[in-house]
Every structure is written in C-alpha cells, then in structure tokens.
Nanobody, 123 residues
Framework: QVQLVESGGELVQAGGSLRLSCAAS????????MAWFRQAPGKEREFVAY????????YYTDSVKGRFTISRDNAKNTVDLQMNSLKPEDTAVYYC????????????????WGQGTQVTVSS
C-alpha cells in the first residue's frame, strides 16, 4: 500500500500558477491509479483530476478543464497537479489519493489519502 505526502500549496494571486506534488512511497505506486481532490471550508471534498497507472488516461472536473493538468512520474513515484489561471474559487485544501475501486470521481473509491496542502487564491 502506498503512503502519500503532498507539497506545493501556497498563497497566490488570481491568474497565477502553482504546481502541487504528491510523493508516494510503496512498491505498488506504479500500478495504482491516482487522483487529486480538494475541499473548501464548509464544503464536501470534491474530485479534481484523475490519472491511470500508466499516465495514458486522465479525467478532470469541468471547472478545471483547460487550466489544470495532472501528470505522474512512476520512476520518481510522484503525481503532480499543474494549476494555471487560478481563480479565488480554487481556494481549498488539495489532497492526493490512491484509487481502490468504484467510480473514480467519488472520494469513497480511494483508500489512501495524503494530509493535504493548502492553496489560497487571492482576488
């Protein structure tokens, strides 16, 4: 089973960019589909982006399509989220998660989570 540690979150102005990184440990990372979720204060955790174990297939929630890109490097055991054209509504704690089974956009389909990294976008 993998363990996950996110980094890269910080305060940024609207229109700016950030790159989040998730470092994974464990021998099964390269065969594990991964995702990023986010949770804003007072809201439920929501799906952001998903990537298959090979990196060949990705999915995004509509609100980030064209702005965010998920990628992975199985040699380095990392999965990243490049975020461009950031908006105040992107403010949230961002979580990296390892897929278990079920619908990829549901948080309950993931069985390992990182501790989260805070992204704050000022207007």
């Amino acid at each position: 089973q993998v363990q996950l540690v996110e980094s890269g979150g910080e305060l940024v102005q609207a229109g700016g960019s950030l790159r989040l990184s998730c470092a994974a440990s464990g021998r099964t990372f390269s065969i594990t589909n991964m995702a990023w979720f986010r949770q804003a204060p007072g809201k439920e955790r929501e799906f952001v982006a998903y990537i298959t174990s090979t990196g060949r297939t990705t999915y995004y929630t509509d609100s980030v399509k064209g702005r965010f890109t998920i990628s992975r490097d199985n040699a380095k055991n990392t999965v990243d989220l490049q975020m461009n054209s950031l908006k105040p509504e992107d403010t949230a704690v961002y979580y990296c998660a390892a897929y278990d089974s079920g619908i990829y956009s549901y948080a309950r389909s993931y069985n390992v989570w990182g501790q989260g990294t805070q992204v704050t976008v000022s207007s």
